[in-house]
T-cell receptor
Framework: DADVTQTPRNRITKTGKRIMLECSQT?????MYWYRQDPGLGLRLIYY???????NKGEISDGYSVSRQAQAKFSLSLESAIPNQTALYFC????????????FGSGTQLSVL | SQKIEQNSEALNIQEGKTATLTCNYT??????LQWYRQDPGRGPVFLLL?????KEKRKERLKVTFDTTLKQSLFHITASQPADSATYLC????????????FGAGTRLAVHP
């Protein structure tokens, strides 16, 4: 089983819909992250959480929200999806003692029509 | 503005040769730099980390150098194999502040038999 699991793997939705992407991990890491990846651009950080009570905005948080339901679960919501949120979304984890070495899930390809 | 630049053109080499990928950065004082491998449809996988006070790091057929004067890291794969074909991402963590990785867009490597 994967250490970092993202669901769903693919999602097609319409403009204006609310959508949630989920991430769970079995690595026991305290830090979790949401990134998006667009062709030709680097991974960009949306939100990150260093523990259950800690949530921080990344560089592109507008239009997104997150919830850290437990140490192992970190979900990303698009409140009202728009076409330019079409991207590949990755969840990642790291250990505070591990030098920021990230472990990524397999990603969710989201298409907003 | 702060930038990490990787060659956007694919690197094509023959099996057995050494592949060299470049990562240049501006306006950063990185605490350390990481390299990841990403296969199509998958999340990035951590390969190597090199700190600002290290010149070179090796792991099996992989070698990373870090020149803070030139603001450049080179990633080498010796005796390359078709299985090394993938996109390689570099990422920096800035000195000071909170730990956040800034990613380059990646360079695709194709190793031909």
């Amino acid at each position: 089983d994967a250490d970092v699991t993202q669901t769903p793997r693919n999602r097609i939705t319409k403009t204006g819909k609310r959508i949630m992407l989920e991430c769970s991990q079995t690595k026991g890491h305290d830090r979790m992250y949401w990134y998006r990846q667009d062709p030709g651009l680097g991974l960009r950080l949306i939100y990150y959480s260093f523990d259950v009570k800690d949530i921080n905005k990344g560089e592109i948080s507008d239009g997104y929200s997150v919830s850290r339901q437990a140490q192992a679960k970190f979900s990303l919501s698009l409140e009202s999806a728009i076409p330019n949120q079409t991207a590949l979304y990755f969840c990642a984890t790291s250990d505070s003692q591990g030098g920021e070495k990230l472990f990524f899930g397999s990603g969710t390809q989201l298409s907003v029509l | 503005s702060q930038k990490i630049e990787q060659n956007s053109e694919a690197l094509n080499i023959q099996e057995g040769k050494t592949a060299t990928l470049t990562c240049n950065y501006t306006n950063y004082s990185p605490a350390y730099l990481q390299w990841y491998r990403q296969d199509p449809g998958r999340g990035p996988v951590f390969l190597l980390l090199i700190r600002e006070n290290e010149k070179e790091k090796r792991k099996e057929r992989l070698k990373v150098t870090f020149d803070t004067t030139l603001k450049q890291s080179l990633f080498h794969i010796t005796a390359s194999q078709p299985a090394d074909s993938a996109t390689y991402l570099c990422a920096l963590v800035r000195s000071g502040g909170y730990n956040k990785l800034i990613f380059g867009a990646g360079t695709r490597l194709a190793v031909h038999p």
